[in-house]
């Protein structure tokens, strides 16, 4: 079985321009959610989805956006970068959106925002 | 709102010598759990913790879940050098569904 898939592994944006990061979590969990690790630091939540709905949303502000596809994909949206928005993004899922639920993370994207 | 903090923030040993990391939370926690990240590599979960002093054993590893759910501790006996990374505390707080609260993490560094 497939693990949690994420695309692109590594990618080099400049300020202003946008971003989009993929996940495939594994087949069977419904709930995917959005991490950003900052180089030396333990990641920090972003978003939640379950069942396609959004059931949490973490301290970011609004450039920062994600959806839930039918199939339980998602995708993070990131518009106008900023340099301090260079940083691991991690995708993970889970069977149930409890927080009780163990994760299972991606390898992740590496974002380098020039 | 919500903080997790962990100390120490980094620790070398020597091969064979034991090594602790510690967890605190600013509030109650209804669950914690630990992942283990490797140099250049992602967190993957390592154990989770419910009840009011709860305490598991991993081989090597034990965890404890503090009395007042507002702290924990992972202690590994007699390092090697395959648990060199870093080692992250996550707690949910009541009523946080799906949000990992985690902590700055620990990194360990093994010397043979």
């Known amino acids: 079985d497939a693990g949690v898939t994420q695309s692109p592994t590594h990618l080099i944006k400049t300020r202003g321009q946008h971003v989009t990061l993929r996940c495939s979590p594994i087949?069977?969990?419904?709930?995917v959610s959005w991490y950003q690790q900052v180089l030396g630091q333990g990641p920090q939540f972003i978003f939640q989805y379950y069942e396609k709905e959004e059931r949490g949303r973490g301290n970011f502000p609004d450039r920062f956006s994600a959806r839930q596809f039918p199939n339980y994909s998602s995708e993070l949206n990131v518009n106008a970068l900023l340099l301090g928005d260079s940083a691991l993004y991690l995708c993970?899922?889970?069977?149930?959106?409890?927080?009780?639920?163990?994760?299972?993370f991606g390898a992740g994207s590496r974002l380098t925002v020039l | 709102g919500q903080q997790v903090m962990q100390i120490p923030q980094y620790q070398h040993v020597q091969e064979g010598e034991d090594f602790t990391t510690y967890c605190n939370s600013s509030?109650?926690?209804?669950?914690i759990q630990w992942y283990k990240q490797r140099p250049g590599g992602h967190p993957v979960f390592l154990i989770q913790?419910?009840?009011?002093?709860e305490v598991k054993k991993q081989k090597r590893l034990t965890f404890q879940f503090g009395e007042a759910k507002k702290n924990s501790s992972l202690h590994i006996t007699a390092t090697q050098t395959t648990d060199v990374g870093t080692y992250f505390c996550a707690g949910t707080g009541s009523g946080n569904t799906g949000k990992l609260i985690f902590g700055q993490g620990t990194t360990l560094q093994v010397k043979p």
């Open positions: 913790l419910v009840k009011s002093g």
């Open positions: 993970a899922s889970s069977f149930r959106d409890s927080g009780a639920n163990v994760l299972t």
């Open positions: 087949s069977g969990h419904k709930s």
């Open positions: 509030t109650t926690l209804s669950n």
